[in-house]
């Protein structure tokens, strides 16, 4: 059951990750007990959305879910696909209070069934992003978020900005020829990690909740033809944006060597607008008239916090292969 793989993941990490992390930070990272400065705090009724990329940046006007390629915008709004009797595994306080929400929140009645998307918190608008990238060292042209879910941007009471995402909520556009579900196996690794890499003082994605359910999801694990049925589970992420290389990689022309090009190729208008928003919501400092020279200094900054992302993540051991990585 879920307590007895929590207890044995927790062997594993004090195993093998005590000489990175402090067992303090293991214990902490398994209990989700993270300690955060208090604060007025927000209920799921009243958390503050502003969903300024919606706004902003061009949305699909194909309202049907169904796999295809997504010409001529950045996002398609799609509903989360319920999950049967969710529950919460797992929930790091600290990430949470980045939206303002309590522990008292997640102890509600209903908070898992938001947290699953079977409820749809007041305020969001879940869409999945489209966006290109490079796998394995080869240009894939369009993979967008097959398996994960935009649903919005919440203000905090400090004035800080966070999207939040679910992930594992089901099929969207971008899901080609996958389930757009996560497992409970896959998802505790990925709570625990994400966590970790930011204790650790890396640069990431944060993790809020990792919720499970009763939906069988088929799974060959070993790609030996042995299918075996989990868990679909469904983790929450948050972080100041989801925008990445790969968003801008939508307007790649013709690749030699796949021969595969971003699905708006030669959209330079909204390449401007994504450019520009990027730009003055995430690099502020960032400023002048000058277009050129402000590309150029965008240009430098994203090499230079890359670098340095890059090194710290060689410090661990964490080498990622896809170009799926944020931009802040």
Known sequence: DEFSMWVRLRAVINNHFRILVPRSVVSLLLTGSFC???REMATLETLHFDNSVLRTLPVDKEDNNYVRTVQGACYSRVQP??????????YSQEALQLLDLPVSEVQREHFAEYFAGNKILPGSEPAAHCYCGHQFGNFAGQLGDGCALYLGEVVNKAGERWELQLKGAGKTPYSRQADGRKVLRSSIREFLCSEAMHHLGIPTTRAGTCVTSDTPVARDIFYNGNVIYEKATVISRIAP????????????????????????VGRMDIFNQL????????????????RLARCAAFFKEVCLRMGRLVAMWQCVGFLPIFSSCCLH
């Open 275 to 290: 450019l520009d928003f990027t730009i003055s919501s995430f690099f502020p400092e960032i400023q002048g008239e000058d």
């Open 81 to 90: 696909t319920p999950v049967l009797n969710p529950r919460v595994v797992g």
């Open 241 to 264: 944006t989801f925008l990445r290389f790969g968003s801008f990689e939508i307007f790649k022309t013709r690749d030699p060597q796949t021969g595969r090009s971003g699905p708006s």
């Open 36 to 38: 955060a400065p208090l």
